[in-house]
């Protein structure tokens, strides 16, 4: 079973430098190229979007955290002697200690990845950039909003900020990286052909097909199993590799999984 921090974690931000952690475990790496890869996961609270299907509610729309100083999520980490980290969120790139954990992590010689909206650069190392653009149907509506939530202005800012293509050519010139999209059904096809399209036109590296990822949208096995064929098949079709969500087949949606 995956293993939960028992790090004591204080309410207010400690001295020096600190980020707001929702969740420290260690499990599979469950999406991706290094899926099935045992990792120990940091998870920061705090986002700049509203995915509408977010499946860490509580890092995004109702983010809730306790405060860790760098040197105590270094030594968490270091105490769980992996070869692998993953730094997620929220959008951990919000944060600039992100930048100052990622070259304490990359000093001790961890492979680190770092799972991202593509929307913020960070001046800091890591070993796979994996980046998750956001489709037009990641957009909040009132429609199709989590229960109890008032989208509000969400909707409007979130559309503005989703897609940026300076921060996500930057990001694939300067690291090793994953492009995964969370897939809803075969009407995402077309935005995801535009945006490589316009991505490859603009960055000065080469963004391979197997670089590409597929990735069904679905916070349940219940849900996945409702998306996973149809995007296993588009994967075949347009020769994009696809990404299981293996932690939820193991785990469901249970927290630090
Ligand atoms: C919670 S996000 C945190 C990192 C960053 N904010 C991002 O979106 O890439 C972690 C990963 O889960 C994916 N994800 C979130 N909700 C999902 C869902 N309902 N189905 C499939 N993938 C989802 C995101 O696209 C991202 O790849
Ligand atoms: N096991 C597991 N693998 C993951 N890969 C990316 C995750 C994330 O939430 O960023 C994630 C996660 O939440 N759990
Ligand atoms: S960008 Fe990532 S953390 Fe933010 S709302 Fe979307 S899936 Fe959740
Ligand atoms: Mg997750």
């Known amino acids: 079973m995956p293993v939960s921090s028992d790090v004591d ?16 475990f260690a499990s599979l790496q469950g999406e991706g190229k290094l899926a099935g890869v045992p990792s120990t996961f940091v998870r920061t609270s705090g986002c ?7 499946d860490s509610y509580h890092t995004s729309w ?18 769980r002697d992996p070869d692998h980290v ?5 959008e951990p790139l919000v944060h600039d200690e992100s930048a100052t954990l990622l070259r304490e992590l990359d000093e001790r010689g ?25 489709l037009s149907t990641s957009t909040p509506t009132p429609a199709n909003a989590p229960e109890g939530v008032d989208v509000g202005e969400w909707e409007a800012r979130h559309e503005e900020r989703r897609i940026d293509l300076d ?12 492009l995964k999209f969370v897939v809803t059904g075969p009407d995402d096809m077309p935005e995801i052909e535009s945006l490589l399209d316009d991505l490859r036109g603009v960055a000065a590296a080469e963004i391979r097909d197997a670089d590409v990822l597929l ?7 219940e849900q996945l199993a409702a998306t996973r064929n149809v995007v296993a098949d588009l994967a075949v079709e347009h020769g ?8 939820v087949d193991l785990w469901n949606d249970a927290p630090e999984t």
């Open 240 to 247: 994009y590799r696809y990404t299981p969500r293996l932690h």
């Open 86 to 90: 993953v730094l997620t969120g929220g």
């Open 48 to 54: 700049n979007l509203r995915c509408w299907f977010c």
């Open 167 to 178: 921060p996500l050519s930057t990001l694939v010139e300067r690291h090793d990286f994953q």
């Open 9 to 24: 974690r204080s309410e207010s931000a400690p001295d020096g430098p600190a980020l707001p952690i929702n969740e420290l």
């Open 110 to 134: 961890y492979h680190v990845t770092v799972e991202t909206n593509g929307t913020v650069v960070p001046d800091a190392p890591m070993d796979l950039a994996s980046v998750s653009p956001k």
């Open 215 to 221: 990735m069904p949208e679905g916070q349940t096995r």
């Open 62 to 79: 109702d983010p809730t955290h306790a405060w860790m100083g760098v040197d105590e999520l270094v030594d968490d980490v270091e105490a």
